[in-house]
Nanobody, 116 residues
């Protein structure tokens, strides 16, 4: 059974940092593009950042200066380092894995709240 399990969310003050982790299991994700999406209150889910099997990254433009996506291919994990957080970053963050021939998988999400 495929599972993507996120961790690392929580409450952080404006200007703070968080590191999200996602552990994938159930199959090999080495060839998958993996990364993160988020859904803010009253908004649609949107891309945050992804990384391909070859290490190429894709970021939502405004986030590139503050967020960094990375992977541990051997451990089937993907990470999101988030710096200088602000209230607009408050959202549920979802781990994502996609391979065109195999489909898309999602984690259940982890809440990030930025508030003083």
């Amino acid at each position: 059974q495929v599972q993507l399990v996120e961790s690392g969310g929580g409450l952080v003050q404006p200007g703070g940092s968080l590191r999200l982790s996602c552990a994938a299991s159930g199959r090999s994700f080495t060839r998958y593009t993996m990364g993160w999406y988020r859904r803010a209150p009253r908004k649609q889910r949107e891309l945050v950042a992804t990384m391909t099997s070859g290490g190429s990254t894709n970021y939502a433009g405004p986030l590139k200066d503050r967020f960094t996506v990375s992977r541990d291919y051997a451990r089937e994990q993907v990470f999101l380092q988030m710096n200088n957080l602000n209230a607009e970053d408050t959202a549920v963050y979802y781990c994502y894995a996609n391979l065109p021939s195999a489909g898309t998988f999602w984690g259940q999400g982890t809440q990030v709240t930025v508030s003083s």
